[in-house]
């Protein structure tokens, strides 16, 4: 199935820029190496340097800019105009309506359930777009309704690829992108993953990056 992927833009990692109804929305933006448009809104999935990353913030924000954050990931935005959510929850802000999902790992200790960390179903001018943050393969996932699901499939810190693949078998979404995986895979691991995925994920894509080449934390 063809779908318009146009208004979604992978910038690196688990960040992207969507365009909304005119304005520009950012999720989880990391590592800003070039020059990209001020935000309206920013969603930020919890606080981890690589998903709350505060230089990246400076480039991309203003006085203006409007965040949207887990309570416990809120209160490190001080001095920013902050909606906080919960789990579970509806909300729209600025006449966006999106939904959050829980974010967490299952058989590891970095994301702890009890956090409060989320990922967010965003309505993007009718198309729901599901950005899980960081996560495992958990029940509230599978059961996740959208149109585009971003899934990460980096292993260690969240979902592999076998995992991601499995993921995909139960959520209900008209198209599937990989994401979080070439900063913790590499150049080989990452073409390798991105070959799997494609092959045995029906209606996946692999997204050209804003931001090339691969690069790694080190």
């Known amino acids: 199935m ?3 992927t146009s208004f979604l833009k992978w910038i690196e990692h ?8 005119g304005k520009k929305v950012y999720i989880d933006p990391f590592r800003i190496r070039g020059k990209l448009p001020k935000a309206d809104i920013v969603f930020i999935t919890h606080t981890h340097f690589d998903h709350l990353n505060e230089e990246a913030l400076g480039k991309i924000s203003d006085s203006r800019t409007r ?3 887990p309570r416990e990931t809120a209160g490190k935005l001080s001095g920013r105009n902050v909606l906080e ?3 579970n929850r509806d909300y ?4 966006i309506k999106f939904h959050t999902v829980p974010a967490y790992n299952t058989d590891k200790e970095f994301h702890p359930k009890v956090n409060g960390w989320v990922g967010y179903i965003i309505d993007a001018d009718g198309t729901k777009v599901y950005h899980p943050g960081d996560t495992d393969e958990t029940e509230e996932l599978k059961k996740v309704r959208a149109d585009i ?3 990460p499939i980096g292993g260690h810190y969240v979902m592999n690829v076998e995992e991601a693949i499995d993921a995909a078998g139960h959520i209900k979404a ?9 900063a913790l895979l590499g150049p080989e ?4 993953a991105e070959e799997e995925f494609r092959k045995r994920v029906k209606n996946s894509l692999i997204l050209d990056q804003v931001q090339e080449p691969y690069y790694s934390f080190q």
């Not at 729209?92 to 006449?95: K, L």
């Not at 691991?189 to 390798?192: D, E, H, L, N, V």
């Open 174 to 182: 008209k198209l599937f992108i990989p994401m979080h995986y070439r």
């Open 14 to 21: 688990a960040g992207f820029l969507l365009e909304i109804g």
């Open 2 to 4: 063809s779908m318009d």
């Open 85 to 87: 959510v919960e789990p």
């Open 189 to 192: 691991g990452s073409k390798k």
């Open 67 to 69: 965040f949207v954050a």
């Open 149 to 151: 699901a971003l899934l």
């Open 92 to 95: 729209e802000i600025e006449g």
